[in-house]
């Protein structure tokens, strides 16, 4: 099964209502600890319930429902899998017989981003990568979260992260990926994700107290330089 899983298409990602229900598919890899074996799958949310679900083919496998710490199967005699297809924003899926649809929120088929953004909000400052890690322990678990922007001279950029938890019972983790275009003001900085789309944040630029390396900080987090910048 490990070697027929397919990594969910473009035109999949997303939200869809239909039939009383919300799902929404993402590119996000989610893992779990199951019997001691490791298992690997995708994350989508099913009217607000997280769930581990991979891409065999033409079928939609919803294979675990993750609670907290707690991991079961999607259903009380295992794995779910429902045969589908998408035709422009309509999906359309199998279960027990009969056909199913759901559209499409949000608008257009597949988020549109161009691979441009205005030269005067290239800030060459920002140019490069930038890393975000966090690490709490306590006595009965712990956990780890990463995260790296890297952001290009020619307004693109790409996103990745990782998050793990580990406890003497269970052990989770997961991934994520975006990418998109990007521009930025001394102050702000405007992300246009093919996940997400629009955002802004405000920025700040800051020097890290110890060994001086230039940090920005904005959605909440802290990222350091990966280059050898000055500092601010």
Avoid: C
Avoid at 2 to 15: A, E, F, M, S, Y
């Amino acid at each position: 099964m490990n070697n027929q899983q397919t990594p969910p298409t473009i035109d999949l990602i997303g939200i869809w209502q239909g039939q009383g229900e919300t799902l929404q598919f993402t590119e996000e890899r989610l893992a779990a600890l199951i019997n001691g074996q490791p298992i690997e799958g995708f994350k989508a949310i099913i009217n607000g319930q997280t769930i581990m679900y991979r891409v065999m083919g033409n079928t939609l496998v919803f294979m675990y429902r993750i609670e907290g710490n707690v991991v079961r199967f999607f259903t009380e005699t295992g794995m779910l899998q429902l045969p589908y297809q998408i035709q422009g924003n309509t999906l359309s899926y199998s279960l027990n017989g009969s056909i199913y649809n759901a559209t499409r929120q949000g608008g257009s088929q597949i988020p549109k981003v161009t691979n441009s953004s205005p030269t005067n909000g290239i800030r060459p400052e920002l140019v490069g990568k930038w890393s975000y890690l966090a690490n709490v322990n306590t006595y009965a678990s712990s956990s780890n979260s990463t995260a790296i922007f890297r952001f290009n001279s020619d307004g693109t950029y790409l996103y990745g992260s990782e998050w793990s938890s580990n406890a003497s019972n269970y052990s989770m983790a997961s991934e994520g990926a975006d990418s998109g275009t990007w521009s930025a003001t001394e102050t702000t900085i405007t992300l246009y994700s093919r996940q997400n789309g629009k955002q802004n944040f405000a920025l700040q630029k800051v020097n890290h107290p110890k060994n001086h390396d230039p940090m920005i900080i904005f959605g909440g987090r802290t990222y350091v330089s990966f280059d050898n910048k000055p500092p601010w």
